[in-house]
């Protein structure tokens, strides 16, 4: 059985940070591209951050110089920093394993608000 489980989440300042973490069993992770995607009210779930096999990465403009994303496979689990959050940042932020498959996890909410 495959589950992607997002953690960290929560209700942060502007400027504040978080640190997102996505727990992956039942798939080769080591095989997988790893995606952080998001999705804020009334708005279409768009890419935050990729990163491939090989750890190469690709961002959002919008995240660009504050988010980080990075994996640890020996933990099958991926991971994403966020720095000088805004409010604009606030969604349900989903973790997504593609490869032969694709997955997704449940979400976890991130809100930025003073």
């Known amino acids: 059985q495959v589950q992607l489980v997002e953690s960290g989440g929560g209700l942060v300042q502007p400027g504040g940070s978080l640190r997102l973490s996505c727990a992956t069993s039942?798939?080769?992770?080591?095989?997988?591209?790893m995606g952080w995607y998001r999705q804020a009210p009334g708005k279409q779930r768009e890419l935050v951050a990729v990163?491939?096999?090989?750890?190469?990465?690709n961002y959002a403009e919008s995240v660009k110089g504050r988010f980080t994303i990075s994996r640890d496979n020996a933990k099958n689990t991926v991971y994403l920093q966020m720095n000088s959050l805004k409010p604009e940042d606030t969604a349900v932020y989903y973790c997504?394993?593609?490869?032969?498959?694709?997955?997704w996890g449940q979400g976890t909410q991130v809100t930025v608000s003073s």
């Open positions: 990163i491939s096999r090989g750890g190469s990465t």
């Open positions: 039942g798939i080769n992770f080591s095989m997988y591209v």
């Open positions: 997504n394993a593609t490869w032969a498959y694709d997955y």
